[in-house]
């Protein structure tokens, strides 16, 4: 099977300047990777016309397929639509649908259709025009010689939807690609190589049209496997049966599949159990909270918290005992225990979890150094408390101490 | 003058097929633009001898100045360096200054020096060598017929360290760029076009040496000023006056300069005061407590804070009365200045901020629909409360009144 090849072309000063984050090329990577065609080159240009001809006739000569994003405002400076026409050598004709489609998008936004936004309906005649019904300007799809070219807006929505709906599809049709199946597991609480090391004998014995790859982020590892074949429904029932011989060696990392996060599977958890849970937070400062909160819906089992960042709140807001904080610090596993079963309490929740730990950069000792953090779960019949001994950065220390307490929750509550 | 013009060239399969996002062009762009360097293509390419020779050879023919990074592994799939030799038909030598560098970097970090490490080494004898302190990837920097090919590590750290610290000197000199002088004004509270509405005097009357842009985000401005000539010190202090003309009509929307945030600023405002603060939060979940404590030192003048999510613990916690939410509701001015208060008191700080709102995307009503939000300021003094209309997103609506209360705290200290 010929491996069909890529080209993505962005056409924008903006973009060359360094004055927006291009996010839509590695998406539009990652989209055509899982349809098994290979991206061979990402090329950005500017508003002009000569390098976008250029651009134009050298992705040509590398790839079958060329994806171009941006320059398709309705100004002067957007070029892309006119060197189209002038490479495919099509004359620019006005579309009436999108005309419509553009008129209709003003009108029902209480905005005037001028003179100006006219112009987002002339498109090369030889072109099929994808409708774009996120915004104004069209997509539009080219043949010759059996290569494609198409042309999407650059606002991230719009070229995504286009993608999704009309060009992927017509990709698929146009290449023969095989169809390929993607299931993401998500991990928490393992590093790669260990995780790697656990799962060596299954992925070994994985076949030949079943690949695994390891997406490392921070505090968390995503298992992504990739089936290629001719149907569907049986490569989705392959994989599955794959990830059930894989669960009971590492199910206890596992927190979800797709795009769940992992505030979003405690939350699930949570609902299904008919529990609540309140935070007391002293080192990550109400980002616990705020992951939590972020989820739709999370007033359903979110009671509150604190944040009790000076010790005489952690007193008197949660009853952590004087003589507690006196003999052991606010940092130690007395006080987070403490932590966790008084805010439980006072939120009157199922579920009480807490965090205490020196982020830094200053704060830290001998005995007690900077990344030295405290993190505890109170359900009222255990309390679990655990010490993590992370870095010398304050942002990381924020960020893996909030993972580490959603985790310690999540496995505590599966347990 | 003759503008000079580059080419960014990143080298990687893992930027080609979207596992890793391309920050480092961007950055390399906004650097290039503050020396008057126009960057007028950027490529990728994957780790494949071909690809990357053409690269090399399209590059020269467009561009006085090409900066590479990527492929600098001591792996067989790193191909810049070979590459680059090949190009310049320059032999492979030993450098001892990087060998011994990279012994060095290993060794003080208790690991072991091995031959492979040892390749990191090799280079090609016309290159002249940027030293990486950060990394063990020397960069290497090639002259020829003019031009400048500059090859660097893609690890982002590095690759800064090695563009501020050794390339962009290098780059002014060879290529006799002007003194460019830029200052970003931070602004908060007003949009873009009411901004430039308020400063369009002003901004006419810049002299033509010095060009104004607007960098709007969700709930900030930036300007920035560019002030392009031959004299560093002369050029600071004109802008510097320009700025002292804007500040009678833009000054209360400016809250710092540079890299300043919002909370930084605040924490600055709040130390040079000698105040605290403590927060209440209902509908932003703990995101404004995050903010401030994401700062190191802040725990000087942040007390603490609750996120009583439920009405009973803006009762019980921090004192609302029960007749104020039964008359007004969690989502009203009485509600959100006596949670101001309130928290104010319980966390004995001298200021006091509060947040109760409709989030989303559930919780709407006719009276108060989705993206309703009152925020407060309490300093015992007086309570100041105001009402946000936002939008139906949940995310933005937390981002928005995250800003607006911190802002709010920003005028009321500043007034």
Same mark, same amino acid.
């Given at each position: 099977?010929?491996?069909?090849?890529?080209?993505?072309?962005?056409?924008?000063?903006?973009?060359?300047?360094?004055?927006?984050?291009?996010?839509?090329?590695?998406?539009?990577?990652?989209?055509?990777?899982?349809?098994?065609?290979?991206?061979?080159?990402?090329?950005?240009?500017?508003?002009?016309?000569?390098?976008?001809?250029?651009?134009?006739?050298?992705?040509?000569?590398?790839?079958?397929?060329?994806?171009?994003?941006?320059?398709?405002?309705?100004?002067?400076?957007?070029?892309?639509?006119?060197?189209?026409?002038?490479?495919?050598? %099509?004359?620019?004709?006005?579309?009436?649908?999108?005309?419509?489609?553009?008129?209709?998008?003003?009108?029902?936004?209480?905005?005037?259709?001028?003179?100006?936004?006219?112009?987002?309906?002339?498109?090369?005649?030889?072109?099929?025009?994808?409708?774009?019904?996120?915004?104004?300007?069209?997509?539009?799809?080219?043949?010759?010689?059996?290569?494609?070219?198409? %042309?999407?807006?650059?606002?991230?929505?719009?070229?995504?939807?286009?993608?999704?709906?009309?060009?992927?599809?017509?990709?698929?049709?146009?290449?023969?690609?095989?169809?390929?199946?993607?299931?993401?597991?998500?991990?928490?609480?393992?590093?790669? %190589?260990?995780?790697?090391?656990?799962?060596?004998?299954?992925?070994?014995?994985?076949?030949?049209?079943?690949?695994?790859?390891?997406?490392?982020?921070?505090?968390?590892?995503?298992?992504?496997?990739?089936?290629?074949?001719?149907?569907?429904?049986?490569?989705?029932?392959?994989?599955?049966?794959?990830?059930?011989?894989?669960?009971?060696?590492?199910?206890?990392?596992?927190?979800?599949?797709?795009?769940?996060?992992?505030?979003?599977?405690?939350?699930?958890?949570?609902?299904?159990?008919?529990?609540?849970?309140?935070?007391?937070? %002293?080192?990550?400062?109400?980002?616990?909270?705020?992951?939590?909160?972020?989820?739709?819906?999370?007033?359903?089992?979110?009671?509150?918290?604190?944040?009790?960042?000076?010790?005489?709140?952690?007193?008197?807001?949660?009853?952590?005992?004087?003589?507690?904080?006196?003999?052991?610090?606010?940092?130690?596993?007395?006080?987070?225990?403490?932590?966790?079963?008084?805010?439980?309490?006072?939120?009157?929740?199922?579920?009480?979890?807490?965090?205490?730990?020196?982020?830094?950069?200053?704060?830290?000792?001998?005995?007690?150094?900077?990344?030295?953090?405290?993190?505890?779960?109170?359900?009222?019949?255990?309390?679990?408390?655990?010490?993590?001994?992370?870095?010398?950065?304050?942002?990381?220390?924020?960020?893996?101490?909030?993972?580490?307490?959603?985790?310690?929750?999540?496995?505590?509550?599966?347990?």
């Amino acid at each position: 099977m010929n491996k069909t090849l890529a080209e993505i072309l962005t056409i924008g000063d903006e973009i060359l300047y360094g004055q927006i984050t291009d996010t839509n090329s590695q998406w539009m990577s990652q989209e055509l990777d899982e349809l098994g065609i290979r991206v061979v080159r990402k090329t950005t240009v500017g508003d002009n016309e000569e390098d976008i001809l250029t651009a134009f006739a050298e992705a040509e000569t590398r790839a079958g397929l060329v994806l171009i994003t941006g320059g398709l405002g309705p100004t002067n400076d957007d070029l892309t639509m006119p060197m189209l026409a002038k490479y495919f050598d %099509s004359e620019i004709i006005k579309n009436q649908a999108v005309e419509d489609h553009v008129r209709e998008f003003f009108e029902s936004r209480g905005r005037e259709f001028t003179e100006m936004n006219k112009r987002q309906a002339l498109v090369p005649k030889m072109a099929t025009v994808l409708h774009n019904a996120l915004g104004t300007a069209p997509g539009t799809w080219y043949e010759r010689a059996g290569k494609v070219f198409v %042309s999407m807006p650059g606002v991230p929505h719009e070229m995504k939807y286009l993608m999704k709906e009309e060009v992927l599809p017509k990709v698929r049709e146009f290449f023969h690609t095989p169809v390929i199946y993607h299931r993401l597991i998500k991990t928490v609480g393992i590093g790669e %190589s260990f995780l790697a090391d656990k799962i060596k004998e299954w992925e070994d014995k994985l076949p030949a049209h079943i690949k695994l790859a390891y997406l490392p982020s921070i505090g968390h590892v995503k298992l992504r496997l990739t089936a290629t074949g001719d149907d569907r429904k049986k490569l989705a029932s392959e994989v599955q049966e794959l990830i059930d011989q894989a669960l009971p060696i590492m199910g206890k990392y596992v927190y979800g599949y797709g795009n769940t996060t992992l505030e979003e599977a405690i939350g699930q958890m949570l609902l299904e159990r008919g529990q609540t849970i309140a935070l007391a937070e %002293s080192c990550t400062g109400g980002y616990v909270q705020h992951k939590l909160t972020s989820i739709a819906g999370s007033s359903a089992y979110f009671q509150g918290g604190v944040v009790p960042y000076h010790n005489d709140f952690k007193m008197d807001l949660i009853g952590v005992k004087t003589e507690t904080l006196e003999a052991h610090g606010a940092v130690s596993e007395e006080t987070v225990r403490e932590m966790a079963e008084g805010v439980r309490k006072k939120f009157k929740a199922d579920i009480g979890a807490a965090t205490s730990g020196i982020a830094g950069p200053g704060g830290g000792s001998e005995e007690k150094p900077v990344g030295t953090v405290w993190i505890a779960y109170a359900d009222g019949e255990q309390t679990i408390a655990k010490k993590l001994q992370l870095t010398q950065n304050r942002k990381l220390n924020i960020e893996l101490s909030q993972i580490s307490v959603l985790n310690l929750v999540r496995k505590s509550l599966r347990s």
